[in-house]
């Protein structure tokens, strides 16, 4: 393992103080337990949002804590989900009267640890609704698995209910906002190489120089199928036909439900996209390949999405939500509106994304 | 023979003990199938486990289970997290202010375990999960209480119940945890989940095969 750490095990401690250190004037950090908040925290008569998950996926979460996104996030150890303590005493440092909302990638840790967590926030009397993203087209049916896995769809969730909360959305309106944009956004992810968790040392998988795994998550785990390597407009092609030809999504989540005061079971279905919609392609860099990769798939994403009928009337190209170093990329498609537009084009100030300041 | 406050505080170190030895192996057999952290998580679990023994070595068993859950659910995170916190928790509740364990008691214990595992994660038997490991176990335990045995069979039976469970779990199709997502891919793989339950009950049998 070569990689620049001092300690494997002081890696996530290590870098949240250095973040700390870097960007005073956005975020603050508290450990034991450890979560990063916005600097301005509390937000009073604002809806705070807390989101959080395994670390190695940066800037996401702690890099989407700022003015109009985010206000507390909650890291794990790399690729491990968050313990509920973390939640809870974000949840408490952070709210401003308004209420929380935690905004969950769909993996059985997490999803766990943030329902204890929202459940003892609850019983210490703070308002809290808990919203699931599930967007990875590359796991086919709910029935069969723990369900779709939340990825790219998280990071513009994260940006556009962020702006909405600015704006003054209540908590009840900021979930259907978030649900609207997790069955409205769709992702497929592929890997060049694996990576290596610093304390485990060594890389999760092998991936032969000439393979490469399509449909992978962002944990360096292996994807859906291995075949042997493919050219960018071959791998674009094969990612973007899977978002865009991937059928209507139905599945069961478990959400809150306020009134009866208990996790209720509801049913959400994605509607498929078609012809004549508009979308924000975001090209997600896992990592590791380099930058000068990135335009190359979006110049075959923005080809293809012409030819189907889609109108790319935003774009997000970058590493925003990685898999530490790995090799790879995966693209999101999110159908917009006014509404969704308006937000997406709010202010932001985080440390991985900053416009209209 | 019961178990005592201070068996249940040794059992507890030599669960430790044998995670961290374990923990390299464990952590392999997640990254088989799952995100090659289980080892490393259970690891940092029981260490906090440890750190938090002496506050509590003056009290009722329950209380010592219930203190052991709640340092897991505040320092693993992951799907162990809350599936060990939660039946750590809830076995320590079944045994609420008892200060010597009996056979019995043993069935409450794990049955509260199996319960809070199953309530958390909501796993079916051959989902290729802990669950499989655990309610082997259970069903052995209540079988062997039925036919009069002490306390040293019954862990021993359980043990052996929870290794054939977690062996089972190598040509099982996952359906739950990160394992699902790999559909087909995740046959022929032990469980690493699975694997710490045996673990874990075996520890058990050994801590009660030497007391006596
Ligand atoms: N729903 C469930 N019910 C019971 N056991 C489960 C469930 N989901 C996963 N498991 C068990 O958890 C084990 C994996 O635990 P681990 O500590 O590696 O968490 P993880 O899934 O990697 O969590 P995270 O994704 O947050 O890192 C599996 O081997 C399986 O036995
Ligand atoms: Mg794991």
């Known amino acids: ?357 | 023979m019961a178990i005592t406050t201070v068996d249940v505080l040794n059992c507890l170190r030599q669960m430790a003990d044998v995670i961290h030895e374990n923990k390299e192996y464990l952590t392999d057999l997640d990254s088989a199938i799952g995100d090659a952290d289980h080892g490393i998580n259970m690891d940092r679990g029981f260490q906090a486990i440890l750190k938090k023994l002496p506050s509590v070595e003056d009290k009722d068993a329950g209380t010592i289970l219930k203190t052991a859950g709640m340092a897991l659910v505040s320092s693993v995170g992951g799907a162990a997290g809350p599936l060990y916190g939660t039946a750590f928790m809830q076995a320590g509740m079944a045994i609420a202010g008892k200060y010597e364990l009996e056979a019995e008691d043993l069935l409450a214990i794990l049955d509260a375990a199996l319960k809070g595992v199953i309530m958390r994660g909501r796993a079916n038997l051959a989902d290729k999960t802990m669950v499989d490991a655990i309610t082997p176990a259970v069903n052995v335990i209540r079988e062997a209480l039925g036919n009069g045995a002490g306390t040293v069979e019954v862990l021993e039976q359980a043990a052996a119940a929870a290794k054939k469970g977690m062996k089972d779990t190598i040509p099982m199709l996952a359906k739950k945890g990160r394992a699902s997502y790999l559909g087909e891919r995740s046959i022929g793989h032990q469980d690493p989940g699975a694997t710490s339950s045996y673990l874990l009950i075996n520890t058990m049998a050994e801590m009660a095969r030497v007391k006596e």
């Not at chain 1, 890389?203 to 292996?222: A, C, N, Q, S």
């Not at chain 1, 973007?240 to 209720?264: N, Q």
């Not at chain 1, 990135?294 to 999405?305: A, M, Q, S, T």
């Open chain 1, 1 to 357: 393992m070569k990689k620049l750490i001092n300690k494997p095990e002081d890696v996530v401690k290590e870098e949240l103080e250095g973040l700390a250190l870097a960007y005073p004037d956005i975020v603050k950090v508290h450990f034991d337990p450890d979560y990063v908040y916005r600097a301005d925290a509390p937000v009073k008569g604002k809806v705070a949002l807390i989101s959080g998950g395994g670390s190695g996926h940066e800037p996401m979460h702690g890099g989407l804590v700022g003015l109009g996104m985010l206000d507390g996030a909650c890291p794990g150890q790399v690729f491990t989900s968050p313990t509920p303590d973390q939640m809870l005493e974000a949840a408490k440092m952070v709210h401003g009267g308004a209420g929380v909302l935690y905004i969950v990638k769909n993996y059985t840790g997490d999803v766990m640890n943030f329902e204890m967590a929202a459940d003892m926030a609850r019983s210490e009397g703070i308002r809290v609704l808990s919203i699931l993203i599930d967007d990875d087209t590359a796991v086919k049916d709910s029935t069969w698995t723990a369900g779709r896995r939340g990825v790219g769809t998280t990071v513009l969730a994260e940006k556009i209910v962020g702006a909405a909360a600015e704006k003054g959305y209540d908590l009840k309106k900021l979930a259907d906002l978030c649900r609207k944009v997790n069955i409205n956004g769709r992702s497929m992810g592929m890997a060049l190489t694996s990576c290596t968790v610093p304390m485990a040392g060594k890389p999760t998988f092998d991936l032969p120089e000439d393979e490469m795994e399509i449909g992978v998550g962002i944990h360096g785990e292996p994807g859906r199928e291995r075949m042997s390597l493919k050219t960018a407009d071959e791998i674009t092609e094969m990612l973007a036909l899977s978002i865009i030809d991937d059928p209507a999504y139905s599945r069961t989540v478990r959400e809150l439900d306020e009134e009866k005061g208990e996790w209720v079971d509801v049913t959400l279905e994605d509607p498929p996209f078609k012809a004549g919609d508009q979308v924000l392609a975001f090209v997600n860099n896992m990592g590791g390949s380099a930058a000068v990769e990135l335009p190359i798939i979006y110049r075959k994403l923005h080809e293809i999405c012409e030819k189907k009928g889609l109108k790319i009337v935003r774009n997000l190209i970058g590493p925003y939500i990685t898999s530490l170093e790995m090799q790879g990329c995966s693209i999101t498609l999110l159908k917009m509106d006014d509404e969704l537009l308006e937000l997406w084009d709010a202010p932001v100030k985080t440390i991985g994304m900053r416009w209209g300041i």
